[in-house]
């Protein structure tokens, strides 16, 4: 048997392709967004093999696209807001016990989905923000940093300069671990909208809507431009479509469906999901043409496209 197997047919009613519908028996899963998502799931992979919970191996895992600094996004080396100062945002849930922990524009400290797990772990809060972050972060022993290098530097003196569009770029990094005993766990961390209004915080440190785990049913995680993720909880959106039965893919496919029936046609709403469910079935799904993912197991390790989800296909309901 293949490690990922496809279901054989295809939904009409979903649109979704038996090819977009992947599942695999083997344990550890691991899938995060984008291709960058992969190393971070080989070394989320390796956790588990020298004994580490999921929530350890979505820590670490993340941690590696915190650390390169040739990413634009997330940690070390993100994209600055519109003053010049790198802030972050994450998130981290913990599926057996439903606990989680985030920060929000956090200043000087790289591995924010560390902060996330302490935050999580050491206080009776979910969330903490900006100079109560980092102070929190600096008490827990986090090593400051300057976050801004010499290259994101020179892209913000130039966008400074020129005023001639918003800032792009929004990739983020949402991880997602089945571990071999049942238990699942997320992470989501990203340095935001570059550019953005100073303290402007995103979807991903918000659960249900960056992120959200079930251990009953699965998790889902986000990427794409946060305001049109967080409007909808998006990822909790997810989770609940597939505690009804759907596969993974369609219901990443259906939450970008109802989300853009409530928004006006031609609107830019860069979205994407992953998810994943306690049998192991896996997917993602994006607006236009979709996205990659990346999907990790004990003899795989790719990345994959997701289906797109164009306009066209929504029918007279679909706000056009």
Known sequence: MAAIRNN???????GIAAADRH?????????????FGKPSNDRALEVFKTGGTALDAVE???????????????????????????????CIMDGPTHKAGSVAALEGIAHAVSVARRVMEKTRHVMLVGAGAKAFALQEGFREQELLTAEQKRKWEEWRANRSAPGGGHDTIAL???????AIAGGCSTSGLSYKLPGRVGDS??????????????????????????RFCGSFMVVELMRMGMHPVEACAETIRRIMRKNPAGVDLSINFIALNKNGDFGAAGTGQGFEFA?????????????????QRLGPSGGK
Request: charged content about 15%.
């Open 23 to 35: 599942s695999t028996k083997e344990r550890p899963l691991i899938i995060s967004t984008w291709p």
């Open 205 to 230: 440190p918000i659960i249900g809507s960056g992120l959200y785990v079930d251990n009953d049913i699965g998790a889902a995680g986000a990427t794409g431009i946060g305001e049109n993720v967080m």
């Open 60 to 90: 670490e895992g993340i941690n590696v696209a915190e650390d390169d600094l040739k990413n634009a996004s997330v940690g070390a080396g993100g994209s600055p807001n519109a003053a010049g100062v790198v802030q972050l945002d994450a």
């Open 8 to 14: 054989i047919g295809a939904d009409a009613a979903s």
């Open 176 to 182: 997602l671990a089945l571990a071999p005993d049942g």
């Open 295 to 311: 999907a990790t197991g004990t003899s795989f390790s790719k990345v994959i496209r997701s289906p797109g989800i164009p306009r």
